[in-house]
Nanobody, 121 residues
């Protein structure tokens, strides 16, 4: 079992920045990657970014490339999503997840509770 706890969401104006963190505990060695997904009201959960625990390879959704940066600290078992130049369409509940590397929700077995990000225009 892997427990994930997100923090760092909030309200920001368009063009601003937020930094999301995800603290992992439990059998973290059982997962290959940490991913971030988001879900806006009335929409399906969508992939944002993912990073391999070992090696640090990263992958991003086209909609966030160049604006978001994912990173991890293996010693602390934490992951971070730095979000810059935020847009109103980035408004969603953001979830961190742990599992095998991929850009589908089904690739991840463990999920955090989510943190709200709201970007005002």
């Amino acid at each position: 079992q892997v427990l994930l706890v997100e923090s760092g969401g909030g309200l920001v104006q368009a063009g601003g920045s937020l930094r999301l963190s995800c603290a992992a505990s439990g059998r973290t060695f059982s997962s290959v990657a940490m991913g971030w997904f988001r879900q806006a009201p009335g929409k399906e959960r969508e992939f944002v970014a993912t990073i391999k625990w070992i090696g640090g390879g990263t992958y991003y959704a086209d909609s966030v490339k160049g604006r978001f940066t994912i990173s991890r600290d293996n010693a602390q078992n934490t992951g971070t999503l730095q979000m810059n130049n935020l847009k109103p369409e980035d408004t969603a509940v953001y979830y961190c997840a742990a599992g095998r590397l991929g850009n589908y929700a089904g690739d991840y077995a463990y999920w955090g509770q989510g943190t709200q990000v709201t970007v005002s225009s």
